[in-house]
Structure formats: C-alpha cells, structure tokens
C-alpha cells in the first residue's frame, strides 16, 4: 500500500503563489510516476501535471504552462509543485497520485491517491 498525504492547499489572490506538496509512505518502490490532478466543484478531475521517478520527464497540462512546476524529491520521498500567476480557474481540490505508467495522464491509470487540498484564487 501507498499512502499520499497533500499539504500547502490556501486562499491566495489572482497572481500569488502556493506551493504543494504531496508526502508519500509505504510501498512506494514501482510507482515511477507521480502527478496532481485537481478537481472544481461540478466538473470531472482534471491532469495537472506529472514528472517520472527520475525526474527525468516532466509534462503539464496546457493551462498551466510556464505558471507551475513539478519536482520530486525521491529522498524525503515528496513530490511538489509550486503554483505561480495563480488565477480564479485554478480553483479547484489538488489530489497527488502515484502510478506505474510512464506519461499516464489519465485519473485510471494511478493507482494511489491522497484526500486532497483546497486551493482557492480569489480575484
């Protein structure tokens, strides 16, 4: 079993900044990719972005190209992403998930997710 546990969730205003983070324990050895999906009230979980075990690959979904960035830090075994220019779109609950699929981008192909952390922009 893999257990995520996301903190750094907040209200900010449009244009701040946050930055998330996503501690995992347990079994983690296969689960090479890790990514953050999130969620608004009345729509389906959205990719956000994911990075490979070696941080060799990262890639992001459209809309939030060039405001986040996704890291990992295998040692303390923690994934983050910090959120800069943030706009009221990107409100929404942030779940981590761990997986073994290399560019899997789809919610089904993760196999472990947290409980999630409320991110709210105001404008």
């Known amino acids: 079993q893999v257990q995520l546990v996301e903190s750094g969730g907040g209200l900010v205003q449009a244009g701040g900044s946050l930055r998330l983070s996503c501690a995992a324990s347990g079994r983690t050895a296969g689960r090479s990719t890790m990514a953050w999906f999130r969620q608004a009230p009345g729509k389906e979980r959205e990719f956000v972005a994911a990075i490979s075990r070696s941080s060799s690959f990262t890639y992001y979904t459209d809309s939030v190209k060039g405001r986040f960035t996704i890291s990992r830090a295998n040692a303390e075994n923690t994934v983050y992403v910090q959120m800069n220019n943030l706009k009221p779109e990107d409100t929404a609950v942030y779940f981590c998930?761990?997986?073994?699929?290399?560019?899997?981008?789809?919610?089904?192909?993760?196999?472990?997710w947290g409980q999630g952390t409320q991110v709210t922009v105001s404008s």
């Open positions: 998930a761990a997986g073994s699929m290399i560019y899997a981008r789809a919610p089904g192909e993760f196999d472990y």
